[in-house]
C-alpha cells in the first residue's frame, strides 16, 4: 500500500461516512449542552483552526480556515438551545450568541487567579484570594448538592451568588490595574459563572472539550496536520466518527464495516441526544 493509495481510501471512507457526520452535528445541536474548543492546525502551509464541540453522547471535530463565531454558529445553528461550556475566547461571545445560555470554564479562571495570587504583594493579592476561595466554595457546593435539602443547597448558593457581586462591583475601588481588569472580565461573564449550580450534569469547567483535542493536538506534532482542504474534510469527518464511536462503546472496526456495508442508508451511531428543557 503506498501513502496515496491510504489517502484516497480515507477520503473515500470519509464521503461514505458523511451522512453520519451530518447526523452527529444534528444531535449536538439538540443536545441540552455542548462543550467548545479550539486549536491551531495547519492545511498545506496555511493557518487554520481544529474546532470541537462535544458531549457524553457524541463529538464534532471541525477543520476551518478561521477563530471566529462564524464556525460557532455554522455547527450549532444560530438558535442553539441548550449550554454552550467554553474558556473566555471572543468567539464564543459574538453579539449573535448574546442570547444563549452558556457556561464559562471555572479551571480557566482558576489558573488565571492563581498566577495573580503568585505575582501579587500586600493588599492586591486579596482580590485573587476571595474570588478563589468563592469559586472553589462553589464547585464543592455542586459536589454536595446531591446530599443536601434543596432549600439549604438554594441558600447556600445565593450567599456565593452575593458574594461574587460584591467583590466584582463597580463600587469597589480596586487600585491594582490587573485586579481592574479581572473584575471588569467577571462582570462581562458574570451571568455565566455559576449557572452549573443550577443545571444538573453540567460541567463547572470545559476539560471534556480540551480532553477531545488532545489527540488531535498529538497528531499536529507528529504528523504536521493536513496537506489539502480534501484531506482536512476528511479527517474531521473520521474523528468525529471513532471518538463518538468510542463515547457510545460502539466496535469501532465493526461499525466500519458496517458503514460500508449500508452504503446510503449508514447504521445510526447518535440514538438518542439530550435535549434542552
Known amino acids: 500500500m503506498s501513502r496515496s493509495a491510504w489517502c484516497q481510501a480515507d477520503q473515500r471512507l470519509a464521503q461514505t461516512a458523511r451522512p453520519v457526520y451530518r447526523e452527529l452535528i444534528e444531535a449536538i445541536r439538540r443536545s441540552s449542552a455542548v462543550h467548545a474548543d479550539e486549536t491551531g492546525w495547519r492545511i498545506n502551509t496555511l493557518s487554520a483552526w481544529l474546532w470541537v464541540f462535544t458531549n457524553q453522547e457524541a463529538t464534532v471535530y471541525a477543520i476551518r480556515d478561521n477563530r471566529s463565531s462564524d464556525v460557532v454558529v455554522e455547527i450549532l445553528g444560530q438558535e442553539f438551545r441548550g449550554i454552550l461550556a467554553s474558556d473566555g475566547f471572543r468567539?464564543?461571545?459574538?453579539?449573535?450568541?448574546?442570547?444563549?445560555?452558556?457556561?464559562?470554564?471555572?479551571?480557566?479562571?482558576?489558573?488565571?487567579?492563581?498566577?495573580?495570587?503568585?505575582?501579587?504583594?500586600?493588599?492586591?493579592?486579596?482580590?485573587?484570594?476571595?474570588?478563589?476561595?468563592?469559586?472553589?466554595?462553589?464547585?464543592?457546593?455542586?459536589?454536595?448538592?446531591?446530599?443536601?435539602?434543596?432549600?439549604?443547597?438554594?441558600?447556600?448558593?445565593?450567599?456565593?451568588?452575593?458574594?461574587?457581586?460584591?467583590?466584582?462591583?463597580?463600587?469597589?475601588?480596586?487600585?491594582?490595574?490587573?485586579?481592574?481588569?479581572?473584575?471588569?472580565?467577571?462582570?462581562?461573564?458574570?451571568?455565566?459563572?455559576?449557572?452549573?449550580?443550577?443545571?444538573?450534569?453540567?460541567?463547572?469547567?470545559?476539560?471534556?472539550?480540551?480532553?477531545?483535542?488532545?489527540?488531535?493536538?498529538?497528531?499536529?506534532?507528529?504528523?504536521?496536520?493536513?496537506?489539502?482542504?480534501?484531506?482536512?474534510?476528511?479527517?474531521?469527518?473520521?474523528?468525529?466518527?471513532?471518538?463518538?464511536?468510542?463515547?457510545?462503546?460502539?466496535?469501532?472496526?465493526?461499525?466500519l464495516v458496517q458503514l460500508q456495508r449500508f452504503g446510503e442508508t449508514p447504521p445510526p451511531l447518535v440514538s438518542s441526544i439530550s435535549a434542552p428543557t
Open 91 to 255: 468567539a464564543y461571545d459574538d453579539r449573535r450568541l448574546a442570547a444563549w445560555l452558556k457556561q464559562k470554564c471555572l479551571s480557566h479562571l482558576l489558573r488565571d487567579l492563581k498566577d495573580m495570587e503568585e505575582s501579587k504583594t500586600g493588599r492586591a493579592v486579596r482580590f485573587a484570594q476571595q474570588m478563589t476561595v468563592i469559586l472553589r466554595e462553589a464547585l464543592d457546593l455542586k459536589a454536595e448538592k446531591s446530599s443536601l435539602d434543596p432549600g439549604v443547597f438554594f441558600q447556600r448558593a445565593q450567599v456565593l451568588e452575593a458574594q461574587l457581586d460584591t467583590l466584582i462591583s463597580t463600587r469597589r475601588h480596586l487600585s491594582d490595574p490587573d485586579n481592574v481588569r479581572f473584575a471588569r472580565r467577571l462582570r462581562k461573564h458574570r451571568p455565566h459563572l455559576l449557572r452549573f449550580l443550577y443545571v444538573d450534569g453540567l460541567d463547572a469547567t470545559n476539560n471534556q472539550a480540551e480532553r477531545a483535542l488532545r489527540p488531535a493536538v498529538i497528531t499536529r506534532k507528529t504528523n504536521g496536520c493536513n496537506r489539502t482542504e480534501d484531506g482536512a474534510d476528511a479527517h474531521a469527518i473520521l474523528s468525529s466518527v471513532l471518538v463518538t464511536c468510542h463515547q457510545n462503546s460502539i466496535p469501532i472496526l465493526d461499525y
